[in-house]
């Protein structure tokens, strides 16, 4: 994995080898905040490469500074899935691992790993 970031406003990405890593700074209780958000960034900044068909395995971290703040984590993961949906993969479905975990963290912000898988 590089260096390489693409940055637009809170949201940025990088990929290597079948590896999409994305990263939103900050946090909040309200889950639908996160899809506008990756979307506007995948619309305007993302020069990466297309979706493809085949399995993923998605992973989606929410690390948060103090207490954890109280957010329903399947309305999170929805949200995410549908805002890459038609950047990572064509389709939700094609997610064949799905991990999705509140972790204290350095900061607060949301990570989520896509892979392709075999």
Known sequence: MTDDWTLHGKVRAREADGLLE??????????????????????????????????YSVEIAMEYVGDAPWLDL??????ILDAIKGYA???????ARLLVERRPGERERVIVTVRRLA
Request: glycine share 6%; charged share 30%; with cysteine.
């Open 22 to 55: 994305l990263c939103v700074d900050g946090l909040t209780t309200q889950a639908k905040y996160y899809k506008p958000l990756i979307y506007e960034f995948f619309r305007k900044a993302w020069r990466g490469s297309r979706p493809a068909w085949g399995d």
């Open 74 to 79: 399947d309305n999170l993961a929805k949200a």
């Open 89 to 95: 993969f064509h389709d939700d479905a094609q997610v």
